[in-house]
């Protein structure tokens, strides 16, 4: 198969997002990496919707699309082509998508992202141990904190006066008061 000149597996995994929590790729990426104008991948996408289930593929809402955008966006140039909401793609949906535009290119990128999206899992699964040990002693260090905050609150209690005045303390004589 010859290849053409293609980006670096590094950046396409950039362009691999969380929202909903699932790994998705939005529209306007997957246009660029198709090399087919976003408009025309939109388009594919509504003619064939009886192929894009929720779990393939989604639009963002406005207050996610928000978010994503104040989260992700880096220049103005960043901005361009995303006015809308924009479909995300999981690897299912990125798979479904080859098919339905169905180039010798859509093929071969949609080949690298679901290599891309495997490998991500494979790093996700060969790392769970130390997730859960980082997670473990996160949960630690959080009951450490709260037992700190309680010796301080004590601390405060027996360095605050107490409300009144103070008794006089000795031995009394008789008599007095």
């Not at 929202?19 to 790729?25: A, F, G, L, S």
């Not at 929720?54 to 960043?78: C, G, L, P, Q």
């Not at 699964?125 to 609150?153: A, G, S």
Request: proline share 3%; hydrophobic share 40%; aromatic share 8%.
């Amino acid at each position: 198969m010859a290849k053409t000149k293609t980006l670096p597996d590094e950046v396409i995994a950039s362009k691999i997002f969380v929202v909903r929590k699932q790994k998705v790729m939005i529209d306007r990426d997957l246009a660029a990496l198709y090399g087919v104008e976003t408009r025309a991948l939109k388009q594919a996408v509504r003619r064939n919707a009886d192929r894009f289930p929720d779990d393939f593929m989604f639009e963002m809402t406005s207050k996610e699309f928000k978010v994503w955008r104040k989260e992700n966006i880096t220049s103005t140039d960043d901005m361009m082509g995303l006015r809308h909401a924009p479909f995300c793609f999981t690897e299912q949906g990125v798979t479904m998508l080859s098919c339905v535009l169905s180039s010798k290119k859509a093929i071969e990128v949609n080949i690298r992202i679901i290599r891309i999206f495997t490998r991500m899992r494979e790093m996700l699964f060969t790392h769970k141990d130390i997730l859960l040990k980082l997670e473990k002693l996160e949960k630690h260090v959080m009951q450490h904190d709260e037992d700190v905050q309680v010796i301080f609150d004590y601390m405060r209690e027996l360095l605050e006066p107490e409300a009144g005045p103070m008794r006089k303390i000795g031995f009394k004589r008789t008599g007095e008061d």
